[in-house]
């Protein structure tokens, strides 16, 4: 009986815990269902929240944009985001699509003058873990050159893309277009990234040229001054009276401060300068130029002119050092090569330049000495001299053939001097012993037996030489050389072809006063007849107010106005 009721007393027990057990487990579940439901609540709520957030914010940000667009517009409103293609071009005008055309005009963006525009790179998201604060507002500005850009991509010329890709570009580059006013710009601080800008001759108007192809300027923006051959970079470096400023019809007062001390400047085009009587230690590797620069001041000159001096060029090699060269130039050609100079000296070991008032091309000025690396390294001291030649002895008239009409001499069968007849005899069996003429034709110069053998002529030119130098008279003088506008002469020829003939020449423009490469005739047939270069033709377009009557001329039709209006000469 007891039995019994233990075991009925167990069951119940069992039977309530289970219950308790389940219901436990569906309170739980109960609860964390609550919570749940809580938490949804409460992310839709937080979600809710940051949407509404978001919205105000975007729209903020909205009415800042249109306030900042109308500020900046002067009241004219256009921003797009385009795909950004490289056009080809000079300057900062971008090509824009025919659809902007209208809407511009009917802004009235027109009537308010030029167009300029902001550029501002957009960042997309994932292209890149890591992109600084500078790279993703790079931003510059530029005006327009016309409509003709495909639709949904805006053209960039060099001078825009280097500013806004200065690295590698990404696969689709977007940028933001964002209509701007511009006040005129009064003051630039410019810093050339390389040394030997300020080197070139002026290089104010150079720069004045270039700026001319440009709308804007913007500070940080690194612009391309080309002179010649050679390419200049220079960084913006300040503003005034902004940090972006139009260009056009303004008179900009501009400094030029030095390059970097930390730019790298090996092999680097630097005019080194030179003092008259003062010897310089110098190096050149093979196939690279050493630069220096020495003035003719105007009493220097009346001296070298009167033939009272000459300027006296020397180099003077180290022993066990390579071979070099020298070329020297006027400025405006700063820079002289092998093939463009105008004196220049090939010897093996020590060189000397005598410049005198017989030089058509020698006057006061500015002048490139140029020591080229003809072979190894080679170690020398450079001076320029100005020597007075009015002391110089000057030597012994030599005797008139007038002489061979003597009496008592007779003219050698070999060496064709005139020998006293009493010792012929003994002269012509010594000479024909001792002495050989050279039988090439024109040449007939009497040489000692062992001296022969390396007495040569250049088979193309017939000029005599050493044995050892025949090698560089033929590199030097014979070597074909490629000029830029595709011909291809030798040295002579390509000094002179170089001088007077290629369409790529350095000369002064008469309107800019700028050095610009020669081109090609002027296409208009009145600015050919002129003797316009195609420069001069397009510089010469520009307008400026008369002197006498104030009414705006074309330059290249200025001396007409002057004559034909004012009966000035």
């Given at each position: 009986m007891d039995y019994e009721l233990r075991r009925a007393r167990e069951k119940l027990n069992k039977e309530q815990n289970e219950r308790k057990e389940i219901a436990r487990k569906r309170l739980e579940r109960e609860r964390k269902a609550k919570e749940e439901a809580r938490k949804q609540r409460e992310a839709l709520d937080a979600e809710r929240s940051r949407r509404v957030f978001d919205a105000e914010q975007a729209q903020i940000k909205a009415d800042d944009e249109m306030q900042e667009s109308l500020l900046?517009?002067?009241?004219?409103?256009?921003?797009?985001?385009?795909?950004?293609?490289?056009?080809?071009?000079?300057?900062?005008?971008?090509?824009?699509?025919?659809?902007?055309?209208?809407?511009?005009?009917?802004?009235?963006?027109?009537?308010?003058?030029?167009?300029?525009?902001?550029?501002?790179?957009?960042?997309?998201?994932?292209?890149?873990?890591?992109?600084?604060?500078?790279?993703?507002?790079?931003?510059?500005?530029?005006?327009?050159?016309?409509?003709?850009?495909?639709?949904?991509?805006?053209?960039?010329?060099?001078?825009?893309?280097?500013?806004?890709?200065?690295?590698?570009?990404?696969?689709?580059?977007?940028?933001?277009?964002?209509?701007?006013?511009?006040?005129?710009?009064?003051?630039?601080?410019?810093?050339?990234?390389?040394?030997?800008?300020?080197?070139?001759?002026?290089?104010?108007?150079?720069?004045?040229?270039?700026?001319?192809?440009h709308a804007t300027l913007s500070e940080d923006d690194i612009f391309i001054v080309t002179y010649g051959d050679l390419v200049y970079k220079l960084k913006v470096l300040e503003l005034k009276p902004s940090s972006s400023v139009s260009v056009l019809e303004t008179d900009i007062e501009v400094d030029?401060?030095?390059?970097?001390?930390?730019?790298?400047?090996?092999?680097?085009?630097?005019?080194?300068?030179?003092?008259?009587?003062?010897?310089?230690?110098?190096?050149?590797?093979?196939?690279?130029?050493?630069?220096?620069?020495?003035?003719?001041?105007?009493?220097?000159?009346?001296?070298?002119?009167?033939?009272?001096?000459?300027?006296?060029?020397?180099?003077?090699?180290?022993?066990?050092?390579?071979?070099?060269?020298?070329?020297?130039?006027?400025?405006?050609?700063?820079?002289?090569?092998?093939?463009?100079h105008e004196w220049s000296s090939h010897d093996i070991g020590s060189k000397t330049l005598i410049l005198?008032?017989?030089?058509?091309?020698?006057?006061?000025?500015?002048?490139?000495?140029?020591?080229?690396?003809?072979?190894?390294?080679?170690?020398?001291?450079?001076?320029?001299?100005?020597?007075?030649?009015?002391?110089?002895?000057?030597?012994?008239?030599?005797?008139?053939?007038?002489?061979?009409?003597?009496?008592?001499?007779?003219?050698?069968?070999?060496?064709?001097?005139?020998?006293?007849?009493?010792?012929?005899?003994?002269?012509e069996a010594y000479c024909s012993r001792n002495n050989v003429v050279c039988q090439h034709t024109g040449c007939g110069v009497v040489l000692r037996v062992e001296e022969a053998k390396n007495h040569v002529h250049c088979q193309k030119c017939g000029q005599p030489f050493h044995q050892e130098e025949m090698e560089k008279h033929m590199k030097v003088f014979h070597e074909p050389l490629y000029c830029p506008c595709g011909i291809v002469l030798e040295k002579e020829d390509m000094v002179q072809h170089q001088a007077s003939v290629c369409p790529l020449r350095l000369v002064p423009c008469r309107f800019c006063g700028d050095m610009v490469q020669a081109g090609s005739?002027?296409?208009?047939?009145?600015?050919?007849?002129?003797?316009?270069?195609?420069?001069?033709?397009?510089?010469?377009?520009?307008?400026?107010?008369?002197?006498?009557c104030g009414r705006s001329v074309m330059l290249k039709d200025m001396d007409i106005h002057r004559v034909a209006v004012h009966q000035k000469n």
């Open positions: 900046v517009g002067r009241g004219i409103v256009f921003c797009r985001v385009w795909e950004a293609v490289a056009c080809q071009g000079s300057g900062d005008k971008i090509k824009l699509p025919a659809s902007c055309f209208n809407e511009l005009s009917e802004g009235g963006a027109f009537d308010k003058g030029p167009l300029y525009f902001k550029l501002s790179v957009v960042h997309q998201e994932g292209k890149s873990d890591v992109v600084d604060e500078k790279e993703k507002s790079r931003s510059t500005h530029s005006g327009v050159l016309e409509f003709t850009a495909d639709e949904g991509f805006v053209g960039l010329p060099p001078h825009v893309w280097l500013n806004l890709f200065p690295g590698d570009a990404p696969a689709i580059p977007l940028i933001e277009v964002r209509y701007a006013w511009l006040p005129k710009g009064t003051y630039a601080k410019l810093q050339p990234l390389r040394v030997g800008f300020s080197d070139l001759p002026n290089h104010k108007a150079i720069l004045e040229t270039t700026l001319r192809q030029i401060v030095g390059p970097d001390a930390a730019v790298e400047n090996s092999h680097d085009n630097v005019l080194k300068p030179l003092t008259f009587g003062k010897s310089e230690f110098g190096m050149v590797d093979e196939g690279h130029y050493t630069y220096y620069k020495f003035s003719i001041d105007i009493a220097t000159w009346e001296t070298i002119a009167s033939g009272d001096a000459t300027v006296e060029v020397r180099i003077e090699p180290e022993t066990n050092s390579g071979d070099s060269d020298i070329y020297i130039s006027k400025h405006p050609l700063i820079f002289p090569t092998r093939h463009q005198s008032s017989k030089d058509k091309s020698l006057e006061a000025g500015t002048y490139t000495l140029g020591v080229y690396g003809f072979k190894g390294e080679t170690k020398y001291h450079v001076s320029v001299n100005v020597q007075d030649v009015r002391n110089q002895k000057v030597g012994q008239k030599v005797a008139s053939s007038s002489s061979s009409m003597d009496v008592d001499t007779v003219e050698c069968k070999n060496c064709k001097r005139y020998i006293p007849s009493r010792s012929i005899a003994l002269h005739s002027a296409i208009d047939v009145r600015d050919k007849l002129r003797g316009l270069s195609e420069h001069e033709s397009l510089c010469g377009s520009r307008t400026a107010p008369c002197d006498s």
